[in-house]
């Protein structure tokens, strides 16, 4: 099978976190890295053996060595990127959010259907084993029909104004960092809210430091919360008629469920351990060695329709909480 092989554009703390785990797995290769200035993108190649660095990220998207580009920069860039990138002919799994609105979404998802080629938003937490059970034993029925989701993330990290969660130009703010996780949760269960009632408080930058929302189903309710001034709990909690399921401590990373089938003196609890390889990236990149060597321009379990559906959720949120960035 031939060996797919990464370009990487943004050298932060994500993007050696991905390929860590990206040199876990065979059949691939790292054949260049980008950064915006030339001594990091070294520094970053000497530090993983990788042998092409370059000072800028077109220079990268030309390489005819490079098959598909993972891009890790702030959020205000993902879409701008993704889209130079495809139209360099090179497929694409850029971190979430694909982009910052639905409007550079849709521009993404056609940029890579005009080019032919494969593009996905790097929702690692849908491909983590964890998560992916509950998903299958809500569908089996083992918990009923759910009918609550609670989910938080939020981190008692205390940003500085200069850093890039809390800069408008980057798209900062605890929404689009972090809130998309249980934004994710809600909506690959239960779809999208008939309903969304949400608020926020902010930072004096103008990003939220909180964001709090509760989404309407027919049948259903649940709540998500996001923030940088607390630590939650961060388990995930999935109410059923007939039981529930728990991700826990971090749930977006979740190595294990436990899952209570039956209610009151009935129930019965069960632990399932289900560690990921590596940090958990690994089951996102195997999903795109998948998808690349069958000749998909698209996942079945992450699609472009999905990432197109969760943007409209945080579009949502941010109209009602008045979060809008200077760039849009």
């Not at 084993?129 to 029925?141: D, E, S, Y």
């Not at 902010?202 to 709540?223: C, M, P, R, S, V």
Request: aromatic share 10%; with cysteine.
């Amino acid at each position: 099978m031939k060996k797919i092989s990464w370009g990487i554009v943004g050298l932060g703390s994500i993007a050696h976190d991905f390929v860590k785990d990206l040199l876990l797995l065979e059949n691939t290769l790292i054949a260049a890295v980008a950064s915006r200035t030339l001594d990091k993108a070294e520094q970053f190649a000497e530090k993983y053996g990788v042998k092409k660095a370059y000072g800028s990220y077109t220079e990268l998207f030309q390489d005819p060595t490079v098959d598909i580009v993972y891009i890790a920069t702030p959020h205000h860039a993902h879409a701008e990127l993704s889209i130079e990138a495809m139209d360099e002919g090179k497929h694409v799994l850029c971190e979430k959010p694909l982009a910052v609105n639905a409007k550079q979404v849709k521009k993404v998802i056609a940029a890579a259907q005009r080019n032919r080629v494969f593009m996905m938003e790097a929702f690692w937490s849908r491909f983590n084993p964890a998560i992916r059970r509950a998903l299958a034993l809500i569908g089996q029925g083992e918990i009923g029909m759910v009918n609550y989701i609670n989910a938080d993330f939020s981190f008692a990290i205390q940003p500085s104004p200069e850093n890039r969660t809390l800069n408008m130009d980057l798209a900062g703010g605890s929404l689009m960092d972090m809130g998309v996780y249980p934004c994710f949760l809600s909506y690959v269960i239960l779809g999208k809210p008939t309903q969304i009632l949400a608020t926020g408080r902010f930072h004096e930058t103008g990003a939220d430091l909180q964001t709090a929302a509760i989404f309407k189903y027919e049948n259903a309710i649940a709540n998500m919360m996001s923030g940088f001034i607390s630590q939650s709990d961060m388990v995930a909690k999935i109410y059923g008629t007939k039981g529930r399921i728990f991700l826990p401590f971090i749930w977006h990373e979740a190595q294990g469920i436990t899952i209570v089938r039956g209610n009151g003196n009935e129930a019965k609890s069960e632990k399932i351990d289900l560690p990921t390889n590596g940090k958990g990236f690994t089951h996102e990149i195997e999903e795109c060695l998948f998808c690349l060597h069958n000749n998909r321009l698209e996942s079945t379990l992450w699609t472009h329709q999905n990432s197109l559906d969760l943007v409209g959720i945080t579009d949502e949120i941010r109209r009602q909480i008045s979060l809008k960035y200077p760039f849009e």
